[in-house]
């Protein structure tokens, strides 16, 4: 049996949600390969990119990632540290914290939006748009329903 080289496509026997994490881990190496100037990694340009649009709770982070705390509240200190996010009292709910971009994290998040357009252009090139449509709309079916 011949190993298979870990550039080649995913095998259609692991099926398709595997072929997704493989692709999604996949897509996330290439992306980083991108920011690396940025030295951020997919998941913190995400987050900044995410944080444009505004605030957001840590459960808002967590949610809008699709991530679990531990993980959100890593990719937040970490951001933190580097001076791109700051945390606050939400005033809505105490209980709750707000985190939201710096005027050093707004500058970042717009040093990495050329490595996603980098990467989103040349996946939309080798792909049909309508596939690629059918893909979101089924996989934010599937979020709705739990």
């Known amino acids: 049996m011949r190993a298979r ?30 920011l690396s100037p940025t030295g951020l990694g997919a998941g913190e340009a ?19 990632l699709h991530i679990k705390a531990s993980t ?7 951001l933190e540290t580097l001076g791109f996010v700051r945390r606050s009292r939400n005033p809505r709910d105490r209980r709750s914290l707000l985190v939201e971009l710096t005027d050093d994290g707004i500058q970042c998040a717009g040093r990495v939006l050329p490595a996603f357009e980098a990467v989103d252009s040349a996946l939309a090139g080798s792909a049909q748009d309508l596939t ?15």
Request: no cysteine; hydrophobic share 50%.
């Open 46 to 64: 995400v987050l900044l990119l995410a944080l444009r649009r505004g605030a957001l709770t840590m459960t808002g982070v967590m949610t809008t």
């Open 5 to 34: 080289s870990s550039r080649s496509a995913p095998r259609a026997d692991v099926g398709v949600t595997a072929s997704l994490l493989v692709l999604g881990h996949q897509a996330a190496r290439v992306l980083e390969h991108h």
């Open 132 to 146: 690629l449509a059918r893909v979101s709309l089924v996989l934010d079916q599937l979020s709705a329903d739990g």
């Open 72 to 78: 959100a509240t890593s990719l937040v200190n970490r």
